[in-house]
Each structure stands twice: as structure tokens, then as C-alpha cells.
């Protein structure tokens, strides 16, 4: 059964996970049985009963109902029900009810990125670092349309809504890296809206926790740029081998550096170190021609030097950059 | 006998006859061929996607075409050809037949039914032609209020096929209630009527709703009245509720008809009087009523309050008991019968597999623990495939085998059938049965390009979702080639010995006016014990 | 045959539309009347027996084959169910966590150049403590 | 086969009698009748859950609105409702002349309805009374609009309202734009049956006069009339949930 559930799950990491497979397993054998009797029997009855070869065509039996099959096929599925019910919604109140003890983390989904705030003040993009073992409660909110927030480890899933809060909870029980995927339709990039949730061990997390923001002080400018262009989720929309996504690619701006820039609403201004830097933290004033302008605002997002070093990393780019 | 020449397929004739056509027969089958035609334009974009999804990347489509060909592969399926083929075309064909009257209660109204599916699908069309949209069927707000895509054409579309599916339903409804030829009591009935007439019951009280919500959804684009919007102060949740509180009982509209057929097939095939015949009929009715208590099913990650998610789960597995009483009555129809293994049958056959395994995998999506872990996933992809797919659809093409030689009084090659058959069911599952493990293993739905992990389970349903469209092509060009001049029947002819009306008082193809005399009835539709009609196969 | 048709007597429409005219004034009325919540009831009650005496009469249920009067009263019943079970969501949110009870933003983005209000209209960015106890009023 | 010879010229060839068109007639417009109550039932769903979360929104909202109007017009439509009943009753009767006067009574205030509905959106329209994001109806004429002192002073003193002197405005509740977008659909949905019903009535004027209608073929009007009465019947409903909101 153990190898089994590591073929069919993913790993379990909550601890409601192990009561949820378990359910699983429950309904899956009550449906095997039954679907065996299903199918068996009509395979039996239909060849036992074939009209062959030869066979005379003749009236066959009145026979059609018997009260006590009846009755039978009526109440052994109500028992099955009534237990999956039970347990189904006991198992819920556990996945819905939140420990007081929790750790509050803020997630906010916006098209197509996750941010995540912290308790102490921290925020990380598309990287949501817990503590192991402890409960972990996700306050859910959007800034534009519906997404899901999905950690299948976890089993754990709850939409996120613009301008209303949802919550859920989860207590992980090993380190390691996982996925978080969005599971409600959100857009052109929905299958892109991934993240990771690490789970640290409860001293790593503290020391994580003291670093968070400081740790890339001494990085090179453009060394941090190119951490920033996947950890603040640029990768997701901008390319950097010259593709158009939803947003140019970064080559293509690069290439481009010191020549005009054609904008839908036919305006055109060079690119410069001022034009990246207002097409960062105010995006919707000057739309590339061709492009829908969906880039939400970096305000808030990006100190001085981060931006500055993703504008240094947005310069070092050529045709033939390996990232 | 009269003049045994004259059929509804070529009295009277011309284009215009056509048309302007009263004749419920030959509405039917302008639903069937629309609905085929936009089966196989639903079924091209289901291809596309398997397509796109054999690797991870984005390889063939980019991810605004995959999302558009989803959603169009959804809203074609189910509002075109789904919901409409089987009540519209066999429905239409054979509810007057089945219950010895002339025609439907109100035929100009059945034609004008016609007419709005045909308007609706030509704004599918245009959607289709300029670009698509991207909303997913659900239409989800606050995604639908603010997607560029053709968002206003496709509500517009599905908004005027609503009015088309409650003029039918509305219409069968009064065909049933009062056409019945005198002496045919509710008991002698045939159980396709039975599910015809839950059917229609869901058709009048649900589509309603999907009407008046598609409308405030053009008016939230439009005028931002702040219903559904939550940048106007509206409440998504709220949508979601009014669009499952059609679109959960949209689902038994599907697959209630199903369930006629099946009660045809399997007691006609056996040639075996049907087991349970009360239950079916009670539980066709039963099944439609609970299907409109149990929407909130489909929101378990919404966040609606806790006591709905309870509710909800509770009514769910109320739907699944008659249901799964059903499957044991048809199972036992067989037995001590005379099984014959025609290519309706097998269809029957595949049907009773592949639904049960889409009942059951309804089971685990009952549970809110579970659903939490398996929603928005390839399980449900695959679970409703099971249903939508492996009930409804398959039961459409074993229908369409049964009464193709009543409907043009021609015969197709059977054995191809059975092979295609055979195919549809192998390939089938070949392709959605993987689908259940990548669900389970936390695979999104409505993923163009997806994790490396998965790439195996998926180009595996990829390369059977090719062999599935293979069969059903077959399968239905087998029918098409059928039609061809050489090879008309006997009118008299009556292939699977059945006791039904429409086969045992008129000819196939019908006369214009379904009955040459006034029927009688002389016997019940299953009374396998009591007559003997043989079959018949004349050319 | 349509001469077997139940033909109602004039008087009966006289009195009908007599009624309905008086238990319109009534609910005129009611409303002036400060019942609380039992207003809407009380509201809900007299339309409701203004609808049944339609239907009952103008509508002739009364005569009619009583499948319509089924049909009238099931689609009267769809949409309680429509009506209940959506209450149950939205009455009972935020029962087990307290969250998800209220929108983040009371106000639609429609107002976003007005300072952010309150329940009651005050303006979120003036210190209106003292309406706590304004809740008392109502 | 074919009906009987001696059947009349008003009997569709699929029918055994007339008995069984006109109860099958009825039996189908009755269902039409179960998806209207649905149509309109999605909007009260709209209203009831918009209602039970904005209580005082609703209720200030609803001083907007002109109960001498709504008032006018439930009487109009169900003195409308009796006419039409009327002329139902005179075809039965074959008293034709009566009939068609009804008709014409019934139609006349459906007209005088949409009249005054017209009179009641004309001048909310220009009030910026509007749904949706068009709503822009923030000024301090909301006092004119009260008539009643005493409501003025109540929607005052209950803090309800908030006016600001520096800017001049009165923001008097929240998302009231969800209402007017909640009134004006049901409303306007409402007023496009009364035109279609006006339609109706139209024809069944044309039928009566060419004497296509008698007392023993009036399906037509027996239809229509089960039409019109749903339009009545809910505006009885309309009126106290828009209008009377205590």
C-alpha cells in the first residue's frame, strides 16, 4: 500500500495529508469492488446468456424485478456513502479549522506571480519559505482576477479572490522544496503561475528570517539582477532569448538599448536607463506597440539597488547568453 | 398498407421542404447533422490540445491558442452538440413515434427551436473565425469581465441556444404530458421517453437561470453593475452559484437521455424484458430533482461558507445511489435474456463500463477532504470524460447504430461498427484513464505547458486521444457511407426484432405523417415474454 | 370541447381586483409602519396572497387541469431552492473563520477618488470612534 | 390517416379534438410560465443576497425612488390584470364588441404603465441615478429628492449620510450603483414584457376583430391573458421590495 500511494500521491508533507490518502484508499477499494461486481457480472451474464449461432428466437422470462436485490443494491451504497461522507467533512473541519498557534502568511496572487508576506515584515516573490512543524496559516487575496493556490504536498488547495480574504492551513512535517501551482484559470500565463514552498527546519527559518532582504547586499549588480529576474518573477512574461511572451524579451530590449521604442499609442521615447526603470514600477503608462499592457506595477516591490541591478543584468544580455 | 414508397426523407421534396419543414423527423435529423458537424469541429480542438500536450513546452500552440481551443472545445461540446443531439435529433425523431402521435405538441415551435440553435452556433462560428475566446466554459468573473477575447459573441451564442433548449424541452414536455396515443398509460411507456421527459423537466427550470446569468454577465462587461465584479463591488462566489445552478443540472440534461437509450438498447439486444422498469422511470425523475441541490459541489475551493460545503457534500451522494441502482438494473436486464452482440449493444456495453467508473470516481469528488486535493485537477478532466464522454456520447453513437435503419431505412456495415466499437472503447480509455493518475498526482487543469514530471502519463493519453478520434471517425463515416442509394431496406424491415412502437407500427424510414392508421396497442415496449417479433432484415 | 370550459361569473373578477386593490393600500401602509424586519415579511405576505389570487382567479388555476397548477408551484419551489441554498453560502461565511465574512474594500473601485467610508458613510481617515456606539440606533 | 372530416378549420392536423389543443396549448404556456418565474427568479436571487448584505444601502436606496409612481403604476396593472381577465370572460360569452373593448382598455394601460415608467428612469437618468459605473449620483440633491421631513431628518440623525463641506458632496452609502444596477435590470426586464405583452394584445385585438377568436376558440387569448397576468403578478412583487423597503 506504502508503494502504491508513492506512485499514485505526491509525497505527503501536511500532516492531514496521511488521513486524506487514507480516504482515498477507502473510497478506491469500496469502488474497485464495486466495479468489479459491475463489470464481471455483466460480462458473465451477457456470454452466459448470448443469443448463438443456431439459437431459436423465443419468448424469454417474465422475471423483472426482486424487491430483496433491490433493497440490497439501495442500502449497501448508503452505508459506503454515509462513512465517505463522515469522514470526508471530519477531515475537512480539520483542514479548515485553523490552530491558534499558526504563523500568519499574507499570499497575494496577482496575474501571474505570488507574493508572499511575512509575520515579521519580509515579503519573497514566488518562493514561500515555513518553518517545519509548526502551522502555518495562508490569509489568500488577489489584486485582480481568481486563482487557486495549490501545494499538492500539501493537499492543500483554496482560491484566491480579489477583495476578499480566504484562508487555509498547514503544518509541513519535512524540509525540502515543493511546488505551488495555481489552479484557477487566471490567463494567458496560468500554467506559468508556479512556485516553491521550502520548508526549513525551525532554526534555519529563524536565521532566514534575520537575512531575508540582507543576504544579497554584496552580490555584483549584475550577479543579484539576474537572482531578481527569477525571483521576482520576470521570467514569467519576459524572455530572455528573444521570444515575445506576454512582455518583449529582455534580449530584444537590450539590443535596442539607445534606439527608439514604438508604443501603442504611437508615442516612441529611447531606451534608457529611465525608460526601464518607469516601465518597472509604472508599466501601464507606456505600452510597447503590440503588446497588451497586463504588467502589473513593481512600486513598493524593488529598492533603488535591486532595480538598478536588474537594469545592469538587462545590459549585459546578448544572443548568445546562457541564463 | 399504402403507398409503401412514400417516406418523410423524400415527401415532399425539394430545398424549401426542407426549411420550412413541420415534420418533427426531419428537424431531428437537421439537429443531428449540426450537432455531428459541431462534434467533429469539438473533437479537431481536443486533438489540437492532446496535441499541444504531448510535451511540456509550448510546441505546437501558443498558450492564448491552447486557452482558447479549451474553452471552445468545452462551450462547442457541451452548448452545440451535448446538450442539444441527443433530446434535439433522436428526441425529435422518436418521442411522436414512441408515443403514436402525429407530431411534437407544437411543431412551428420546434422548428423555431431549430432556428436559434442555428443562430447561436453561427455566433460560435464567428467566435471560432475571429479568434476565440479564452474564458473557459465556467466563464468565471471577475476573468470574463476583463478578458479581450470574444467574451460578448460567445454569451450572446449560449444565451440564444438556452432559448432553443427550453423551447424543445417545453415542447416535449406537453408531447408526453398530452400527445400519448389512447390506452398508452405512463407504465407502457418506453423508459427513452421517461428520460426524455426528465430531461426536459431540467431543460425548463435550469436553462432559465443560465439565460438571465449570461445576461448579467454581458451587462457586468457592459455597465459594470457590480453583481459578479468585485471591482464593482460584486461577489465572484455569487457567479459561481448562479452559473452551477444551471450548469450541475446541465450535466443530467446530458446524461439523462443516456439513460434512455441504454434502457432501450440493453432489453431490445437481450431481447429480455428490462429489469426494474419502475425503478428506472422513478429514478430518471429522482436523479433530475436532486440535481438541482447539489451545485455547490462544484465550488469545494471557493471558499463559500463551511455549512454549504456540508450541505453540499451530503445531497451530492444522494444523486449517486439511483444512479448506481440503475447500473444494476440494466446489468440484470440481460439475464436469462438472448444477448445479441450487435454494435448497439457493444455501445450499451462500453456504456455500463465506463460510466460506473465515472460514477465512482464521482464518489471521491463528493468528499470535501478530497476534493480539496483532486479539484481543478486532471481527475476531474478525467472523471467527466468518463461521464460526458463514456456515458453520454457512447451512448449516442450505440443510439444512433439502433435507430439508423428506423431513420433512413438503411443498414451500415456491422462489422466495422462492432470494430469501431471496440476501438472507441479501447482508445477511450487509453486516453482518460491516465489522466485519473496525473490528477492525483496534482497535474492542473487547463495547463498549456506543464511540469517535466508529468510528460510520460501525457503523451501517453496524447497518442490514444489520436487512436480515439480514428475510431469515432470510423465509426461515424461507417453510418455516413451507409446512406448511399444501393442500400435501402425493406420498409417493413425491423433488425433487432424490437417491441417498441416506432418500430413494430411503422415503416423505416416513417411515413410524413409517422402512422398510416391510427396505433394500437397491443402489447408493452419490453413484453419479451409475451411476444415474439423476429428480427427482419430485407433489402 | 371548449363549451365544457369553466366560465368564471363577473362578479367573482369584481371581487378579485377589489381585493387586489385594497391589500395594495394595506401594504402601502404596512410599510409606513416601523415593524423592523418584520416589515419585509409582513410585505412578502401580502404579495404573496395578492400573487395567489391571481393566479388562483385571473390565471384560473382553479379550474384548470391541476398539472398547471403543479407547474406553477414547482417553479416556485426551484427557485426557493435557488434562493436557500445560495443563502447558506452567503449568511454563513466567515462562521469558522472570520476572514472571509466581509470584502476587503466595502466601497467599489467605482469611488476610488472618494476617501474610503465606513458602514455608515463617515470617512474612514477621520477618527470616528465615537460611532461605535451609533450601532446601538439601529 | 387523417382526422375526422367534420373537424373545424381551427384544429391542427396532430390533434385528436379541439379539447386536447387547447389543454396542451395551455400545458405548454404554463411551462413557458415556469421559465419566466425562473428568469426572473435569478435577479430576485441577485436582489435577495445583495439585500440581506446591504441592509441600509437598500434601504437608503430605496428613498430614491418615487413610491407615488410605483404606486400609480401597481394600480394600473392590475386594473390591466381585470380587463384582460374581462375580455377572456366576454369571448367566452362571444360578446366580441365587449372583448375587443377590453382588449383595448388593457392595452391603454399598459401603455399608461410604460408611460410612467418612462417619466420614472427619465428622470433618474438625469439624475445620474444610473447602473453600474455610470451611477454618478453624488450630489447633495438627495435632500430635494426626500419629500418627507421627517425621513430626511431620520436619514440624518442615523448617520447614514456623510456630507462633506469642503467638497460639497454627499456620500450617502455604499456601492449604491449595486442597487440601481439590480433595479433598472428587473425593472427593464420587467417593462420588456409589458412591450411584448403590448404586441400580444395588438394581435389579439387583429384575431377578435376578424372574428378568428369565439367562444369556442380562444386559445390565443386564454394564452396571452396567463402571460399578461405574470407581468402583473410581478410587479405585485416588484413594487414592495423596490418601493417600500420600511
Known sequence: MDRLTEYLFPKQVSSFAHDIDNLFFFIFYASVVLFLIVVIGMMYLAIKYRFKKGDEVRLTSSLDHNTFLEVLFFVIPLILVTITFVWGIRSYLNMVIVPDDAIEIKVTGQSWFWTFDYPEGGSTLNELVVPVETPIKIVLSSTDVLHSFYIPVMRAKMDVLPNRYNVMWFDANQAGEYEIFCTEYCGTGHSNMNAKVIVMPQKMYEVWLAEAGSADDDLPLEELGAKLYSKKACNTCHTLDGTALVGPSYLQTSQMWGQERVFDDGSSAIIDENYVRSSILEPQIQIVAGYQGVMPTYQGLLNDRELDALIAFLKTLKEDSQI | ?539 | MSEEHHITPLKTYLVVATALFFLTAVTVWASYIDLGSFNIVLALLIAGTKAGVVATFFMHLLWDDKKNATIFVGSLMFLSIFIIITLTDTEFRGAVNPEIKDPINKRAALYSTLPLTDDHGYPLDKENNHHEGDKDHH | ?246
Request: aromatic share 16%; glycine share 8%; net charge neutral.
Open chain 2, 1 to 539: 398498407m399504402g403507398d409503401t414508397n412514400q417516406n418523410y426523407l423524400t415527401h415532399p421534396k425539394g430545398i424549401m421542404s426542407w426549411l420550412l419543414t413541420l415534420d418533427h423527423k426531419r428537424i431531428g435529423l437537421m439537429y443531428l447533422f449540426g450537432g455531428l458537424f459541431f462534434f467533429f469541429v469539438g473533437g479537431l480542438l481536443a486533438l489540437g490540445m492532446r496535441a499541444e500536450l504531448a510535451a511540456p513546452g509550448n510546441d505546437f500552440v501558443s498558450n492564448d491558442t491552447y486557452n482558447s481551443m479549451y474553452t471552445l472545445h468545452g462551450a462547442i461540446m457541451i452548448f452545440l452538440f451535448i446538450i442539444p443531439a441527443i433530446p434535439g435529433a433522436l428526441g425529435n425523431i422518436l418521442l411522436p413515434l414512441m408515443l403514436g402521435a402525429k407530431d411534437v405538441a407544437f411543431p412551428r415551435l420546434n422548428l423555431f427551436s431549430f432556428y436559434l440553435y442555428s443562430i447561436g452556433a453561427i455566433f460560435f462560428i464567428y467566435v471560432l473565425l475571429s479568434g476565440g475566446v479564452d474564458t473557459g466554459w465556467t466563464f468565471y468573473t471577475p476573468y470574463s469581465t476583463t478578458s479581450n477575447t470574444n467574451v460578448m459573441s460567445t454569451t450572446m451564442g449560449i444565451f440564444i441556444i438556452g432559448f432553443s433548449s427550453i423551447l424543445t424541452g417545453l415542447n416535449f414536455i406537453a408531447t408526453v404530458h398530452k400527445m400519448r396515443t389512447p390506452g398508452l398509460t405512463w407504465y407502457k411507456l418506453p423508459l427513452f421517453v421517461w428520460a426524455l421527459y426528465g430531461t426536459s423537466l431540467v431543460q425548463i427550470t435550469a436553462t432559465p437561470v443560465i439565460a438571465i446569468t449570461m445576461v448579467l454577465l454581458m451587462l457586468e462587461r457592459l455597465l459594470g453593475i457590480g453583481i459578479f465584479d468585485p471591482a464593482m463591488g460584486g461577489d465572484p462566489v455569487l457567479f459561481q452559484h448562479f452559473f452551477w445552478f444551471y450548469s450541475h443540472p446541465a450535466v443530467y440534461i446530458m446524461i439523462l437521455p443516456a439513460f434512455g437509450i441504454i434502457s432501450e438498447i440493453i432489453p431490445v439486444h437481450s431481447r429480455k424484458k428490462v429489469w426494474g422498469y419502475k425503478f428506472i422511470a422513478y429514478s430518471t425523475l429522482s436523479i433530475a430533482f436532486i440535481g438541482f441541490l447539489v451545485w455547490g459541489h462544484h465550488m469545494f475551493t471557493s471558499g463559500q461558507s463551511v455549512l454549504s460545503q456540508i450541505v453540499f457534500s451530503f445531497i451530492t451522494y444522494f444523486v449517486g445511489i439511483p444512479t448506481g441502482v440503475k447500473i444494476f438494473s440494466w446489468m440484470l436486464t440481460m439475464y436469462k435474456g438472448q444477448v445479441s452482440f450487435t454494435p448497439p449493444m457493444l455501445y450499451a456495453l462500453s456504456f455500463l463500463f465506463l460510466f460506473t467508473i465515472g460514477g465512482l470516481t464521482g464518489i471521491f469528488l463528493g468528499a470535501v477532504a478530497l476534493d480539496i486535493h483532486l479539484h481543478d485537477t486532471y481527475f476531474v478532466v478525467a472523471h467527466f470524460h468518463y461521464v460526458m464522454q463514456g456515458g453520454t456520447i457512447v451512448a449516442f453513437l450505440g443510439g444512433l447504430h439502433h435507430w439508423w435503419p428506423k431513420s433512413f431505412g438503411t443498414m451500415y456495415n456491422q462489422t466495422i461498427a462492432n470494430i469501431a466499437a471496440i476501438g472507441v472503447f479501447i482508445a477511450f480509455n487509453g486516453t482518460f484513464f491516465p489522466q485519473f493518475l496525473l490528477g492525483l498526482r496534482g497535474m492542473p487543469r487547463r495547463y498549456a505547458t506543464y511540469d517535466p514530471q508529468f510528460v510520460e502519463v501525457h503523451s501517453y493519453s496524447t497518442f490514444w486521444s489520436g487512436i480515439l478520434g480514428i475510431s469515432i471517425f470510423i465509426g461515424v463515416m461507417n453510418l455516413l457511407w451507409s446512406l448511399r442509394k444501393s442500400n435501402k431496406l425493406d420498409p417493413g424491415t425491423n433488425p433487432w426484432g424490437a417491441l417498441t412502437m416506432e418500430w413494430t407500427h411503422t415503416s423505416s424510414p416513417p411515413h410524413p405523417h409517422n402512422f398510416e392508421e391510427e396505433p394500437v396497442l397491443t402489447h408493452g415496449p419490453y413484453d419479451y415474454d409475451k411476444v415474439i417479433v423476429k428480427p427482419t432484415f430485407k433489402k
Open chain 4, 1 to 246: 390517416m387523417s382526422h375526422d372530416k367534420s373537424s373545424p378549420d381551427f384544429l391542427y392536423h396532430h390533434f385528436y379534438d379541439v379539447n386536447q389543443q387547447y389543454e396542451t396549448s395551455k400545458l405548454g404556456m404554463w411551462a413557458f410560465i415556469l421559465t419566466e418565474v425562473l428568469t426572473f427568479g435569478g435577479l430576485f436571487v441577485a436582489y435577495t443576497i445583495y439585500r440581506a448584505w446591504n441592509p441600509e444601502m437598500f434601504f437608503n436606496a430605496n428613498l430614491l425612488l418615487d413610491v407615488n409612481k410605483g404606486l400609480i403604476n401597481t394600480i394600473v396593472l392590475i386594473a390591466s390584470s381585470l380587463t384582460m381577465a374581462l375580455a377572456i370572460w366576454a369571448i367566452q360569452l362571444n360578446k366580441r364588441k365587449l372583448s375587443l373593448l377590453m382588449l383595448f382598455l388593457t392595452f391603454v394601460c399598459a401603455l399608461g404603465f410604460l408611460g410612467i415608467k418612462y417619466l420614472e428612469y427619465e428622470h433618474k437618468f438625469h439624475l445620474g441615478q444610473l447602473p453600474g459605473e455610470y451611477y454618478s449620483y453624488m450630489g447633495p440633491e438627495v435632500v430635494q429628492e426626500i419629500h418627507d421631513q421627517e425621513k430626511i431628518n431620520h436619514y440624518i440623525e442615523t448617520n447614514n449620510i456623510f456630507f462633506d463641506k469642503e467638497t460639497n458632496r454627499l456620500y450617502t452609502m455604499n456601492n449604491p450603483h449595486i442597487f440601481f444596477g439590480i433595479y433598472f435590470i428587473m425593472t427593464g426586464l420587467h417593462g420588456l414584457h409589458v412591450a411584448i405583452g403590448m404586441g400580444l394584445i395588438a394581435w389579439l385585438m387583429v384575431l377578435t376583430a376578424r372574428g378568428k377568436l369565439h367562444a369556442r376558440y380562444y386559445t390565443h387569448m386564454e394564452a396571452v391573458g396567463i402571460f399578461w397576468h405574470l407581468v402583473d403578478l410581478i410587479w405585485i412583487f416588484l413594487f414592495p421590495l423596490f418601493y417600500l423597503i420600511g
